[in-house]
């Protein structure tokens, strides 16, 4: 199949008429008329990239590196990540720690599946974003952005904060207001380490 058949079928499996394509891309009908037969001899890489966005799907599939549409893209993301019972045994702070179960998980967040797990949480220090019982996704990071929601080791004890940083100091924050925010200055601060980034959480029914 050619890169022309490609661009045709897809806009047909998406049932889009050339001018939806074009109010998608900002290519002209008469531009795309012509890549889809094959009328220009090559596509220039910049408009490759704004047509396979449009198209919802890669600009290697429209060469033919990739023989797969979207849908097929996501089930080869599809992983069985490891779930574990605690942050604590999920980051190994316990000799005996042991995976629970595997849950079957799209990544879309990049990275290899190996730089993921789920952790079932404990407590409500993160109450309401995240409550007691839910099942929290995470990427396994050593650094985070200010802000972000981390898993944080101190000492051989795991926990789940938002963390920010300053100069010469790091703080954990709670989401629920009871718990006080626990600040870390000078040489403390090393004794905080970040091992991961919580990208996705799963609310119990």
């Known amino acids: 199949m050619t890169a022309a058949e490609r661009i045709a079928k897809r806009r047909r499996e998406l049932g889009l008429s050339y001018q939806e394509l074009a109010d998608r891309t900002g290519l002209s009908k008469s531009t795309l008329q012509r890549y889809e037969t094959g009328s220009i ?4 890489l910049d408009k490759l990239d704004i047509l396979a966005q449009g198209l919802e799907t890669s600009a290697l599939f429209i060469l033919g590196k990739e023989e797969s549409s979207n849908a097929e893209i996501m089930r080869t993301r599809i992983y069985d990540v490891p779930v574990f019972d605690s942050v604590s045994a999920g980051f190994g702070a316990y000799a005996d720690s042991h995976i629970v179960r595997h849950f079957p998980t ?32 995470v990427r396994r990071l050593d650094s985070v952005a200010s802000g ?4 944080v080791m101190i000492g051989e004890e795991a926990f789940v904060k938002k963390i920010k940083y300053g100069k010469n100091w790091i703080e954990l924050h709670s989401f629920n207001p009871y718990y006080p925010v626990r600040r ?8 905080v380490r970040v091992v991961g980034l919580v990208v996705e959480v799963s609310k119990k029914l």
Do not use: C, K, Q
């Open 41 to 44: 001899g090559s596509i220039p």
């Open 106 to 137: 799209y990544i879309e967040h990049g990275g290899d599946d190996g730089d993921y797990l789920w952790i079932n949480v404990r407590g409500d220090s993160m109450s309401p974003r995240i409550d007691d019982g839910d099942r929290i996704l």
């Open 148 to 151: 972000t929601v981390a898993v």
């Open 184 to 191: 870390f200055e000078g040489s403390d601060a090393e004794n």
